[in-house]
């Protein structure tokens, strides 16, 4: 599958984005799906994950309670409703997907086959 992520921007603290990440191919819903980031001179982390079944969800601790992933299996689509944002969430944010990630792995970068180009966001105080 090829994905493709978009919304990233320029917010102030305190502001909300909406990043998207669509997917070619017609059995995107037999995909789980993640996003991770990777901030300048830092390692990629973990952001969130939905399992392809839909009700598995994870998202990194730093993460939880202010983003939130979801999908819509006939639009091909995976989203991340980012709110709250803050200076320290700037970051290329890349979605991955791959279908035989299992539920205890949602969080690891190596389950995951496929990866898309990444969005820029970017985050003032």
């Known amino acids: 599958v090829q994905l493709q992520a978009s919304g990233g921007g320029l917010v102030q603290a305190g502001g909300s984005l909406r990043l998207s990440c669509a997917a070619s191919?017609?059995?995107?819903?037999?995909?789980?799906v993640a996003w991770f980031r990777q901030a300048p001179g830092k390692d990629r982390i973990f952001v969130a994950a939905?399992?392809?079944?839909?009700?598995?969800?994870d998202y990194g601790d730093s993460m939880k309670g202010r983003f939130t992933i979801s999908r819509d299996n006939a639009k091909n689509a995976v989203y991340l409703q980012m709110n709250s944002l803050a200076p320290e969430d700037t970051a290329v944010y890349y979605c991955?997907?791959?279908?035989?990630?299992?539920?205890?792995?949602?969080?690891?970068?190596?389950?995951?086959?496929?990866w898309g180009q990444g969005t820029q966001v970017t985050v003032s105080s």
């Open positions: 991955a997907a791959d279908p035989s990630v299992i539920r205890s792995n949602l969080a690891s970068q190596n389950a995951y086959g496929s």
């Open positions: 191919g017609r059995t995107f819903s037999r995909y789980s």
């Open positions: 939905i399992h392809r079944n839909g009700p598995g969800r």
